[in-house]
């Protein structure tokens, strides 16, 4: 639910916003032409910039080590599958993939495992975005020519998994999508 | 009048028609790909995707031109600018933007506006000359708004030294020269616009070089995403910063409020965003795990810092303009804090999705469109139609809240955040962006995509009204004599 919690903690700053900024107008209205306004205007700055850098600084703080980059970077991989791409087709297999006669074959990955995807394309980018059995995107990573992009996750439900492309790649762009079963 | 003036309106005056012209198709185009995915409508994919690439590289094209109309047209207060670069980067970007829509119509050409390396090489359905006619067109308007945009920054350093013009000597007290706000934040953006400029002329060459080349020469596709997400992201950007060039300008006259000087804060300011907002665009490759490790989290890191000076400086002055004193509002400072609020809270989202371990499940999700449609359409666009307003009525009429304004302002409110929610919302559902149509799975998809499309008409209602009110006094302008 971590795309709601997003949402509802955006939805709570529109709000905080939404009242700040009519707030400020409505003063405005009410003011008449003896009013002065915002008063010590460089000290109520100062403070205002600082606590802004705060917030910021421990949000990055609280955020950066969670960044795929570094989950699951000191684990070694119990299953490797490697994922290949091109207009407009998935491949998934636990061996290497051929880019002249790419093929693939049904894949089942053991649940609470870390699983290394290996995504590639052989034509132009595409998205590699998986969704769980409630169609939540839950992980994702580029597919780029010439490049592999190695993807880590750890799946604790069983239940069949959709993969979509969320990198545009003409016109059957929303017809590529695979399917995978986590056991 | 003086013939300079007046030739400096007309060609605004033209300016201004031809984009809210191309505004309202492009919002057309819009609706109609909210509409196909609402399966309201039955377009083929191809069609779905010439609309797309049509839609984002004209709406990019025509607000950064109606920045830099704006602009230009406030810097002749400080310098003498020049009508020949005005008139000549009109006509290429006229040129351009026909070559670009039969790229699009007749050449079914439709990579999108990011035109990502080698997709249009490997564009299927289109024309094999519509690859060749889209990049001479970027050429076209490329070139066009180089050469504007060193235009103006060579007048500016006519005038103002380097430090000046950066507003560095009010790093001391009591600097003997002041430099308008305006100077300053228009010499930080077209530093930006420049910089972004250079690297489109980098891919346009890079990708003239491997068509040419049958095979000799093959580009790297991760140097080609960041050379092109360079060029797009700090475009898109530096033309918002345009827009709060011309508030800083114009808002303490159109609300009888003392005019903003500049102050060491504002200097500090700016010159920092100009910095930040050169970095910030490593944002778009987070889910491109070969990208070094390091630019990844200046990304996030320059994404956070970008928006303390804007909230710090800009935010924050805007609020004490307003707060607690008289103001004289009128459709044109109106829309200018409009502007603010829909700028401000599209950056809550983008800082949202700027955070690499929410960017992993919002990342090309429709939260993306969600967030930059909110600063575009709810603030960027009520910049420029601020400024609209206030070009086109300084010597027509007065400036006065009629109930029919009134009544506009509520449509584009409404139309504005109901369509932006569709967005938001679908977003957070996991909806893929750049869908022609969604997938049986997704099923909330095609029914937050026709909210978005009636919210999105309300929206174009407005648009229509403001279209109208302004386009009459830019005719009246147009054609205007001298004696």
Redesign the interface.
């Known amino acids: 639910m ?3 919690s ?2 509802l ?2 939805m709570l ?2 709000g905080i ?2 009242i700040f ?1 009519v707030s ?2 409505m ?3 009410k ?3 003896d ?4 008063k010590n ?2 000290k109520k ?1 100062f403070w ?2 600082l606590i ?2 705060v917030v ?1 600084g421990i ?2 703080a609280a ?2 080590p ?4 570094f989950t699951y970077a000191n684990e070694t991989p119990s299953t490797v599958i490697h994922v290949g791409t091109m ?1 407009f087709s998935f491949f998934l297999s636990t061996k290497p993939i051929d880019p002249k006669s790419p093929s693939g074959e049904t894949i089942e990955i053991p649940h609470d495992q870390l699983v290394e995807f290996r995504v590639t394309s052989f ?3 595409h ?1 590699f ?1 998986v ?1 769980d059995p409630s ?8 597919a ?8 880590r996750y750890k799946f604790t439900e069983p239940g069949e998994y ?1 993969i ?1 492309c ?10 590529m ?1 695979t399917t995978f079963k986590v056991i | 009048m003086n013939i300079d003036s007046l030739k400096l309106k007309k060609i605004s005056a033209l300016w201004i028609i031809v984009i809210l012209v191309l505004f309202i198709a492009s919002i057309v185009l819009g609706i109609l790909m909210r509409l196909n995915q609402g399966k309201v409508i039955e377009q083929s994919p191809l069609t779905f995707y010439t609309n797309m690439t049509t839609h984002g590289l004209t709406m990019i094209g025509i607000w950064f031109a109606a920045g830099m109309v704006a602009v230009n047209y406030l810097l002749q207060r400080y310098v003498k600018t020049s009508y020949g670069v005005n008139l000549f980067a009109f006509i290429l970007t006229v040129i351009g933007v026909v070559m670009l829509w039969v790229t699009t119509y007749a050449g079914k050409f439709s990579t999108g506006w990011t035109f990502l390396y080698p997709l249009p090489f490997r564009d299927l359905g289109s024309e094999s000359w519509s690859t060749p006619l889209f990049l001479i067109s970027l050429t076209i308007l490329g070139v066009g708004w180089l050469v504007w945009s060193v235009s103006l920054m060579a007048q500016i350093f006519k005038k103002y030294t380097l430090a000046q013009a950066f507003a560095w000597q009010h790093f001391k007290s009591n600097p003997t020269v002041e430099t308008p706000p305006f100077i300053l934040i228009t010499t930080v953006t077209l530093v930006g616009v420049i910089a972004s400029l250079i690297a489109a002329v980098i891919v346009i060459v890079l990708y003239f070089a491997e068509y040419f080349s049958h095979g000799d020469f093959v580009n790297d596709a991760l140097l080609m995403k960041n050379l092109i997400y360079f060029f797009g992201h700090t475009i898109a950007n530096e033309m918002l910063y345009l827009g709060l060039a011309v508030i800083y300008e114009i808002f303490g006259e159109v609300s009888d409020r003392p005019k903003w000087k500049m102050t060491w804060y504002i200097s500090l300011a700016w010159n920092c965003a100009m910095v930040f907002i050169l970095t910030a665009f490593f944002h778009h490759l987070y889910m491109d795990f070969v990208q070094p490790q390091a630019l990844q989290i200046v990304g996030q890191l320059a994404s956070y810092l970008a928006s303390i000076p804007s909230a710090a400086v800009t935010v924050f002055s805007i609020v004490a303009a307003v707060y607690g004193v008289k103001v004289r509002w009128s459709i044109v400072n109106l829309l200018f804090f409009l502007g603010v609020a829909g700028w401000v809270i599209g950056g809550l989202g983008a800082v949202i999705d700027a955070t690499i371990s929410n960017n992993i499940m919002l990342h090309n999700t429709l939260w993306v469109p969600a967030h930059f449609h909110t600063y575009n359409a709810m603030g960027n666009v009520l910049f420029s139609i601020g400024f609209f307003y206030w070009f086109s009525t300084q010597y027509v009429d007065k400036l006065v809240l009629s109930k029919l304004t009134k009544y506009t302002l509520t449509l584009l409110i409404v139309g504005g955040i109901g369509f932006l929610m569709a967005f938001y919302v679908a977003g957070a559902n996991s909806i893929p962006r750049r869908y022609s149509t969604y997938p049986v799975e997704l099923t909330s998809g095609p029914y937050l995509a026709k909210v978005g499309a009636l919210f999105a008409t309300i929206y174009l209602i407005a648009i229509l009204i403001f279209f109208y009110n302004i386009a009459k006094r830019c005719f009246v302008i147009l054609s205007a004599s001298s004696r």
């Open positions: 971590q795309q709601h997003i949402m903690f955006f700053l529109v916003g939404t900024f400020i107008f003063s405005s209205l003011a008449d032409n009013s002065t306004g915002v205007l460089l700055r205002f910039t802004l850098i910021l949000f990055a955020t950066l969670k960044s795929p980059y207009q034509d132009v980018n998205g975005a969704y169609m939540r995107l839950i992980t994702q990573v580029q780029m020519p010439g490049y592999v992009n190695n993807l959709h979509f969320l990198e545009f790649c003409g016109t059957g762009h929303p017809v999508q």
